[in-house]
């Protein structure tokens, strides 16, 4: 079979740029990667194919040559070599793994990964995610809250070996303790994770009976957590090593705590500040009066109600709001919004007493619009 152009097989221009070079070897490199098509011949070909494409047109030297006298200008240039690939493959980690292991893949050399005898590497737990809802006044003021969930702890039965007693780990047959197996792609091999070891080099001779060699069992677990002071919706606590447990010595993980906070009945809250709404009447509108006005920590604070209130005010109580997170100590305001009632049902004298203050006062029939300037000050 002809061998192709090399810009016909990427599917390029001979003007290309680099990045378009680049970019064009990606998306083959990705869809005819042999992890993807472990049983395709074809796509085997056609990533090799690629892949040589790649590595000459990445290449402005070879380019060059490759433009001006074909495949024959090639013959003569050797095959490429490590610090090649250090460049052109620079940045498709994502598709071959580390640089290194690229080196691997076409050289056949590299670091071997394999351990020593009878010593896996530790494995870090994984971290959970744990869902709350709490009240409002819990998020303001603080709360201890218990929290139950599952998670992976360490057999007590082989102390999270994953070995039952008496017995120990022992080189892996299938990758010799490398880690890794290789499969052959024409000029190039190409290492993949041992599927025996899951890449530790070293398997369990007998595995513990209680957690089947995981070393790890799923138990339910109970811990009291602080809701601090000042938390707002949506926020998480984290808290290091509640998460999973580590194998063979690795790290445990962390539990991430999301808070959702219950809406109030009669506060609403903006950070530190607190807003609420309270009803007066229209005579405590034009005279004045004192009210009392309840805050977050169930206190009745007194405010006076300046005479000719008009409806929709706001009083602004200081230090009554929310604590602010890390510091108690400082608080936000509370701000108190005045709405005017009126009255729907009236009796015989009430009726008549307005009807005194109209004709006192007297009453525009034809209002004219208040100015929206007028508005935002209130």
């Known amino acids: 079979m002809a061998k192709r152009d090399f810009y016909e097989v990427l599917g390029v221009s001979k003007g290309a740029t680099k ?8 998306q083959l490199a990705i869809k005819y990667h042999p992890d993807r098509n472990p049983d395709s011949k074809d796509a085997e070909e056609r990533f090799k194919e690629a892949t040589e494409a790649y590595e000459i047109l990445a290449d402005e030297r070879k380019r060059k040559t490759y433009d001006q006298y074909g495949f024959g200008g090639l013959n003569g240039m050797g095959q490429p ?10 940045g498709f980690e994502d598709i071959f793994g580390d640089v290194s292991g690229i080196f691997d893949s076409f050289f056949g050399g590299g670091t071997s990964r394999r351990r020593g005898a009878g010593r896996a590497y530790g494995q870090r737990g994984s971290d959970l995610r744990y869902d709350m809802e709490i009240g409002f006044l819990e998020a303001a003021f603080g709360a201890k809250k218990e929290v139950t969930y599952a998670r992976a702890e360490r057999c007590d039965a082989c102390k999270g070996t994953g070995s039952d007693k ?3 780990r022992k080189l892996c047959p299938t990758c010799g303790g490398s880690g890794q197996v290789r ?25 513990c009976a209680e957690c089947r060699g995981a070393g790890t069992v799923r138990r339910s677990r109970t811990i009291t957590i602080t809701i601090p002071a000042g938390i707002e919706d949506g926020k998480r606590l984290s808290l290091a090593g509640q998460g999973d447990a580590g194998v063979n010595g690795g790290q445990d993980g962390d539990l991430y705590v999301f ?3 219950q809406p109030h009945e009669s506060f609403e809250r903006d950070g530190k500040d ?3 709404a309270i009803p007066i009447s229209i005579t405590q509108a034009a005279l004045g009066a004192e009210i009392s006005v309840p805050t977050l920590d169930g206190k009745q604070v007194k405010v006076s109600v300046p005479p000719g209130t008009q ?7 200081k230090a009554e709001g929310v604590p602010e997170l890390h510091a108690p100590s400082r608080r936000g305001d509370l701000y108190v919004k005045l709405m005017v009632k009126v009255p729907t049902k009236l009796n015989a004298r009430a009726r008549e007493l307005l009807k005194e203050l109209a004709a006192s006062n007297g009453e525009e029939s034809s209002p004219k619009p208040i100015p929206l300037s007028e508005l935002k000050q209130q």
């Open 166 to 168: 008496g017995s120990g």
């Open 19 to 26: 990045d378009e070079i680049r970019k064009a070897y990606r």
């Open 274 to 276: 607190v807003y609420c």
């Open 81 to 90: 070599t490590a610090q090649d690939f250090s460049t052109i493959f620079q």
């Open 183 to 207: 499969r052959s792609s024409g000029f190039f091999s190409i290492a993949s994770t041992c599927p025996s070891c899951g890449g530790e080099g070293e398997i369990i001779e007998k595995p």
């Open 311 to 317: 409806n929709g005010r706001v009083l602004r109580l």
């Open 259 to 261: 808070l959702r906070v």
